[in-house]
C-alpha cells in the first residue's frame, strides 16, 4: 500500500483536529454558562441510562446509510474498488467532518487514489456531491419545522434556491464544457483543464435527477435518525417533547452551521440549536444540555470514529512493512 498523507498534511490535519477541539471546549463552556453551569451539569447527569446508547446507535445507523450513498456514487461513475477500501476511505474520512463546512473530506479522494489507484477529480465529484444532497436533505428536515412552527422561511428559501440555481447551471452542459474549453488558453488554470472536466463530468452524472432524488433521499433517513436521536435526548430531558421539534431543530442548526464555514459548524450549529429551543420554549439550562449531549453524539463522535479506523489502517499498513 503506498502512503496516504505527507508528513507535512497529516501534521496540519493533526493541528486542524487540535484546534477544532480548543474552540469545542470553549463553545462548550459557553453553554454551561449561558444555562447557568450547574443546571445544565444536572440536567445532563439526569439523562436516562439508555438513552445515550440510543444516541449512539441511531448516529451510527446514519454513518452506516451514508456510506451507502457513497457506495451508490461511486458506482454511479463507474468507480469500482473493493468495499473494504471504500469503507476505509469514507471512515476515515469522519475525522475530518471537523473541518469548515466538511471540505476536508475532499481527502477521501486522495486517499482512495493512494491505495487503490482511482483519479482523484471523479472522487472528488462524489464528495462533492455528498455535501450538497447532506445539505439539501437538512434543509427539508427545517423546512418541516418551519412550516409546522410557521417561522421564518427566508434563510432556506435562498439555501433552496441557490443549490437549484447551481445544480441546472451543471446540468447546462454545452455551456459549461465550452467554458472549460476556454480556460485552456489561462495562463494558470489552464495548467488543470483536464481534471476540471473530469471534475465535471462526475457531477454532471451525479447531479442528473435519478441519483440526485435517490442521494437525497438517502441523506433524509440518515440525517432524519440524527433528529430523532435529538427528540431522545430532549424527552429524557424535560418530556413531552415531539419527534418534529428534534428533526426541525437539529436540521435547522445543521444548515446554520454548514452555511457559517466554520470548523464543524461549532459556534453557529449550537447558539442556533439553543435559540431555536428557547423559541420552542424549553428552558436555557435543558437547551444547553440538550445540544451539547447531541453535539458531541454527532460531531465528536464521527470525529473519532474517523481518527479510530485511520489509526487502525496506518497501524496495520506499517505491520506489513515490516
Given at each position: 500500500?503506498?502512503?496516504?498523507m505527507?508528513?507535512h498534511?497529516?501534521?496540519d ?6 484546534l477544532?477541539?480548543?474552540l ?14 450547574s443546571?445544565?451539569a444536572?440536567?445532563?447527569a439526569?439523562?436516562?441510562?439508555g ?10 445507523l ?15 461513475l463507474?468507480?469500482?474498488?473493493p468495499?473494504?477500501s471504500s469503507?476505509?476511505a469514507?471512515f476515515?474520512g469522519?475525522?475530518l ?7 476536508g473530506?475532499?481527502?477521501k479522494?486522495?486517499f482512495?487514489?493512494?491505495i ?5 477529480s ?16 437538512l434543509?427539508?428536515?427545517a ?10 422561511a427566508?434563510?432556506l428559501a ?5 443549490f437549484?440555481g ?8 454545452r455551456v ?9 488558453a489561462l ?5 488543470y483543464?483536464?481534471?476540471?472536466e ?17 442521494a437525497?433521499?438517502?441523506s433524509?433517513?440518515a ?7 435529538l427528540?431522545?435526548?430532549l424527552?429524557s ?13 437539529f ?6 452551521g454548514?452555511?457559517?464555514?466554520l ?8 447558539a442556533?440549536?439553543v ?5 420552542l ?10 445540544t451539547?449531549?447531541i ?15 485511520f ?12
Amino acid at each position: 500500500m503506498g502512503t496516504t498523507m505527507s508528513e507535512h498534511d497529516r501534521t496540519d490535519s493533526d493541528h486542524g483536529l487540535w484546534l477544532t477541539a480548543v474552540l469545542s471546549v470553549g463553545v462548550f463552556l459557553a453553554l454551561f454558562l449561558l444555562g447557568d453551569a450547574s443546571r445544565v451539569a444536572g440536567a445532563i447527569a439526569d439523562v436516562d441510562a439508555g438513552t445515550l446508547p440510543a444516541v449512539f446507535a441511531l448516529v451510527s445507523l446514519g454513518y452506516l446509510i451514508r456510506f451507502g450513498k457513497w457506495v451508490y456514487y461511486l458506482r454511479e461513475l463507474g468507480i469500482d474498488v473493493p468495499l473494504r477500501s471504500s469503507a476505509l476511505a469514507f471512515f476515515s474520512g469522519l475525522m475530518l467532518v471537523v473541518t469548515p463546512g466538511k471540505v476536508g473530506e475532499v481527502w477521501k479522494a486522495w486517499f482512495l487514489r493512494d491505495i487503490e489507484g482511482v483519479p482523484v477529480s471523479p472522487t472528488t465529484a462524489v464528495v462533492g456531491a455528498e455535501r450538497v444532497t447532506d445539505l439539501l436533505a437538512l434543509t427539508g428536515l427545517a423546512a418541516l419545522g418551519v412550516l409546522l412552527y410557521d417561522r421564518s422561511a427566508t434563510l432556506l428559501a435562498i439555501v433552496v434556491i441557490a443549490f437549484l440555481g447551481g445544480l441546472a447551471l451543471l446540468q447546462w452542459r454545452r455551456v459549461c464544457l465550452a467554458l472549460i474549453e476556454r480556460s485552456r488558453a489561462l495562463p494558470v488554470v489552464g495548467g488543470y483543464a483536464e481534471g476540471i472536466e473530469s471534475l465535471y463530468e462526475g457531477a454532471y452524472a451525479l447531479f442528473r435527477p435519478r441519483p440526485l432524488l435517490v442521494a437525497t433521499a438517502i441523506s433524509l433517513l440518515a440525517w432524519g435518525l440524527e433528529g430523532v436521536a435529538l427528540w431522545l435526548v430532549l424527552e429524557s430531558l424535560a418530556g413531552g417533547a415531539s419527534v418534529v421539534e428534534g428533526v426541525f431543530v437539529f436540521g435547522l442548526g445543521s444548515v446554520v452551521g454548514a452555511l457559517s464555514l466554520l470548523p464543524g459548524g461549532l459556534a453557529a450549529t449550537e447558539a442556533s440549536m439553543v435559540g431555536t429551543l428557547l423559541a420552542l420554549g424549553f428552558s436555557s439550562s435543558i437547551a444547553a444540555a440538550a445540544t451539547l449531549v447531541i453535539r458531541v453524539g454527532t460531531l465528536w463522535y464521527g470525529a473519532l470514529i474517523g481518527v479510530f479506523v485511520f489509526g487502525l489502517y496506518r497501524f496495520a499498513s506499517r505491520n506489513e512493512k515490516r
